[in-house]
């Protein structure tokens, strides 16, 4: 079984529509959790209002990056068709409140609602020994069994690695799925691939597990 890191394009591209949050954000002190030892395995929750600013407005991709408080944003034309499709692992969606757009106010465009999606934080690990791994710092001796190594503080930050490898026997059957020792990266099953392809959503990336390489510094 293949399975495929999603990648959205941000700021760093200049073809499709970008999102931050505004400087007044409400952000929790709360933060998804750790079963077993209750440390974070993912960032603080984001509290109403959910409001974002747009830039480069002009083109609104299907899927919308930048740094905000939630997995993915989304259009409403990828939000209906994953609730119709039966694939799994997004677990919930919140309307995102557009205060701004470019330097002017949403009004000046025709803009579609944006979706926030919280993808499931599963037990499926990675398997950072066959990943060929270069630590930017070192796990520790007596880390968690479930959520490290990875993920930082006691429990290592990588600096790179050649692919990524799952233990087979942790592996879930969601569709869309975050490991919990390999926060924030997304990834896909065959069946989540083919539905982006069939549909012909715009703005994302995929990458094949035994392709996907990182490197903090590049």
Do not use: R
Not at 10 to 15: A, D, H, P, R
Not at 16 to 31: G, I, K, L
Not at 34 to 61: A, F, N, R
């Amino acid at each position: 079984m293949i399975y495929y890191k999603l990648t959205i394009p941000g700021f760093n591209q200049y073809k499709f529509a970008w999102a931050e949050m505004t400087e007044n954000a409400n952000v929790s002190q709360d933060f998804p959790k750790c079963p077993q030892c209750h440390e974070p395995v993912g960032v603080s929750y984001w509290l109403p209002p959910y409001d974002i600013v747009l830039k480069q407005p002009k083109k609104i991709g299907d899927f919308v990056g930048g740094v905000i408080g939630v997995d993915l944003i989304v259009s409403q034309n990828f939000k209906d068709k994953y609730l119709s499709s039966g694939l799994t692992g997004i677990v919930s969606f919140i309307q995102l409140n557009i205060v701004k757009a470019g330097v002017s106010t949403k009004k000046e465009y025709n803009i579609l609602p944006l979706w926030g999606a919280t993808v499931e934080i599963t037990y499926t690990q990675v398997d950072y020994k066959k990943m060929e791994v270069t630590w930017f710092s070192e796990p520790e001796e007596n880390i968690c069994k479930l959520c490290c190594p990875g993920g930082g503080g006691i429990g290592g930050t990588y600096e790179k690695y050649q692919k990524i490898v799952f233990k087979k026997e942790t592996l879930t059957k969601n569709d869309f799925f975050i490991p919990i020792n390999f926060p924030g990266n997304i990834m896909l099953s065959q069946n989540a691939k083919a539905f982006l392809e069939i549909n012909d959503f715009s703005n994302y990336q995929l990458v094949p597990d035994y392709e996907a390489k990182e490197n903090i510094y590049k």
